[in-house]
């Protein structure tokens, strides 16, 4: 492929046997995604976790990463392939909905990501961005007490760190890249897809931050904007 490095690569076996996805990590995507059918693409699928909520909502869940090693635990999952979700390998228009679960931190190129996923989406067709929460999580954000998270000086420092409160994590194993809230929200219509609703999760202070964004129909198709 164009040479990116699969980093999930060196830890896949250590998340497929001891990571725990965050529960409420499910019902967000549901409640965003809705009941639907047809195909439903998650990039950056992973291991292959949220095939069984993606299907247990009429969809066809099918999945795409960088990593062969977390692949290989999610075949048999769900139908995947190894790609990178700046070159989706699929036609214009041709998807009805697309997912990106807890993915957005790992790719610096999510803009780019975006491009394609509105790109693949057919007209009306509908994309569900579940991430870290941009305020709350990152390089800059001590959470060792759940009950007062410490922010420290960094949240505009948009560089990619291994930097975490906890040595046991996938952040200290892989890095992250951090998208101040903005950023984030801004490269959805830069994108050229339309906000439509939003969600937070987990208590007291959320951890994830989900947004569910959809390709306008013919009429109401409206080119990417340019970014400020
Ligand atoms: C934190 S894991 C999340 C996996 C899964 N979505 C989940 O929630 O369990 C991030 C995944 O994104 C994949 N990834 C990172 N950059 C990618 C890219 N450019 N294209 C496709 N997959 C990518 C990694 O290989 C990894 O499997």
């Given at each position: 492929m164009d040479g990116v490095k699969a980093a999930y690569d060196e830890i896949a076996d250590w998340y497929e046997r001891e990571f725990q996805p965050l529960p409420g990590l499910y019902r967000q995507l549901g409640d965003l995604l809705g009941s639907g059918t047809g195909l439903c693409l998650e990039i950056g699928?992973?291991?292959?976790?949220h095939a069984e909520t993606v299907r247990s909502l009429g969809w066809t869940p099918i999945g795409l990463d960088l990593s062969t090693k977390m692949l290989g635990y999610a075949n048999g999952r769900l139908p995947v392939a190894r790609a990178n979700a700046e070159h989706l390998p699929f036609a214009d228009d041709s998807l009805p909905a697309v997912v990106s679960v807890m993915v957005h931190t790992d790719m610096p190129g999510y803009p780019a990501v975006l491009r394609e996923v509105r790109r693949v989406l057919r007209p009306g067709g509908v994309f569900v961005h579940v991430g870290v929460h941009p305020c709350f999580c990152g390089h800059f954000a001590d959470r060792a007490d759940p009950a007062s998270i410490v922010i420290t000086p960094g949240?505009?420092?948009g560089s990619w760190t291994k930097k975490s409160w906890t040595d046991q994590g996938v952040r200290n194993r892989v890095g992250a890249a951090h998208w101040p809230a903005h950023q984030l929200l801004n490269a959805f219509p830069e994108a050229g897809l339309t906000l439509e609703r939003f969600g937070e999760g987990d208590e007291p202070t959320p951890i994830t931050f989900s947004v569910r964004a959809r390709k306008q129909c013919t009429g109401g198709h409206r080119e990417p904007v340019a970014a400020a």
């Open positions: 699928c992973g291991t292959g976790a949240y505009h420092d």
